[in-house]
């Protein structure tokens, strides 16, 4: 089966730009996390869906960052303006609805704000 | 916050066994331990993950503590393609909920 799709895989955008990435699901994998990994860190979670309504978003700036999953399935994720500390691997993963089992993630986009 | 602790880096001669220990001397009966790993420029991999008795599977043993408090992942013929950060996790198994990562350890396997 395929695997989840990121893109873009790179973006530099200065600082106060805004910037969206896009990630698609495993077809049938009603949740869909997005997660933030600074450099040196382990991924922490930013919003999680199910089909298109949010469970958790309870960590994410809201004051800059923005996501939507219309239709429960691909998802776009917003940083509007974006910061110096924004600079990370922004990763997506999605699970089959109520599974036990891993998650599959995605390769992620790497942003630097500069 | 993370519920397990594990050691910051460890390293492996190639061929020989690599052994990942976690402590997770927090957890609840209704939560099983998980093992993702991260090569570099890459999302995490599910591994394997148990409840008390000791998994194998095709990539990595788990070996769970009587008392659940601490386990061991073994890699059983560590390769240079092992080297990753290894991540512990605990996590109900039903449902949604997310997996909370920590900073893992760092395997280096040294030819």
């Known amino acids: 089966e395929a695997g989840v799709a990121q893109s873009p895989r790179y973006k530099i955008i200065e600082k106060r730009q805004s910037v969206a990435f896009w990630c698609n699901p495993i077809?049938?994998?009603?949740?869909l996390y997005w997660y933030q990994q600074i450099l040196g860190q382990g991924p922490k979670l930013l919003i999680q869906f199910q089909n298109n309504g949010v469970v958790d978003d309870s960590q994410l700036p809201k004051d800059r960052f923005s996501a939507e999953r219309l239709k429960g399935v691909d998802s776009t994720l917003k940083i509007q303006p974006a910061k110096l500390e924004d600079s990370a691997v922004y990763l997506c993963a999605s699970s089959p609805s109520g599974s036990g089992n891993g998650y599959t993630f995605g390769s992620g986009t790497r942003l630097t704000v500069v | 916050d993370a519920k397990t602790t594990q050691p910051t880096s460890m390293d492996c001669a190639e061929g020989r066994a690599a052994n990942l220990p976690c402590n997770h001397s927090?957890?609840?009966?209704?939560?099983?331990v998980y093992w993702y790993r991260q090569i570099h420029s890459q999302g995490p991999q599910y591994i394997i993950h148990g409840l008390k008795n000791n998994e194998t599977n095709e990539m990595a043993s788990l070996i769970i503590t009587e008392d659940r408090k601490s386990s061991t992942l073994i890699l059983p013929h560590a390769t240079l393609r092992d080297t990753a950060v290894y991540y512990c996790i605990v996590r109900v198994k039903p449902g949604n909920t997310p997996l909370v990562f920590g900073k893992g350890t760092r395997l280096s396997v040294i030819a």
């Open positions: 077809s049938g994998h009603a949740t």
């Open positions: 927090t957890i609840s009966g209704n939560e099983y």
